[in-house]
């Protein structure tokens, strides 16, 4: 049974930085690829950006491309999101996602998922 735990949001203003976190257990993640995902009230859940655990490939939107820098630790089984240069657009429930087969950006085909955590960015 895979789990994945999410922790590191919270509350901070804009042009400030925070970094997620996903603990990850009850699988060798070796062939799965690691994705971040929000949701913004009201909106659809939108890609932020993928990490394969084996080559450390990465991938990310284009609204976060050049702030947020996902990554990866193998020894603690945990995937970060750094989020700098943060902006009120970026407030949204993130979510952590795995899937051994599916690399791509749609949400629906990842089949495990965190229980999100808050950031709000205030202006």
């Known amino acids: 049974q895979v789990q994945l735990v999410e922790s590191g949001g919270g509350l901070v203003q804009a042009g400030g930085s925070l970094r997620l976190s996903c603990a990850a257990s009850?699988?060798?993640?070796?062939?799965?690829?690691m994705g971040w995902f929000r949701q913004a009230p009201g909106k659809e859940r939108e890609f932020v950006a993928r990490?394969?655990?084996?080559?450390?490939?990465?991938y990310y939107a284009d609204s976060v491309k050049g702030r947020f820098t996902i990554s990866r630790d193998k020894a603690k089984n945990t995937v970060y999101l750094q989020m700098n240069s943060l902006k009120p657009e970026d407030t949204a429930v993130y979510y952590c996602?795995?899937?051994?087969?599916?690399?791509?950006?749609?949400?629906?085909?990842?089949?495990?998922w965190g229980q999100g955590t808050q950031v709000t960015v205030s202006s």
């Open positions: 009850g699988r060798t993640f070796s062939r799965y690829n």
């Open positions: 990490i394969s655990w084996s080559s450390g490939s990465t």
């Open positions: 996602a795995a899937d051994e087969n599916y690399s791509g950006t749609y949400y629906r085909h990842y089949n495990y």
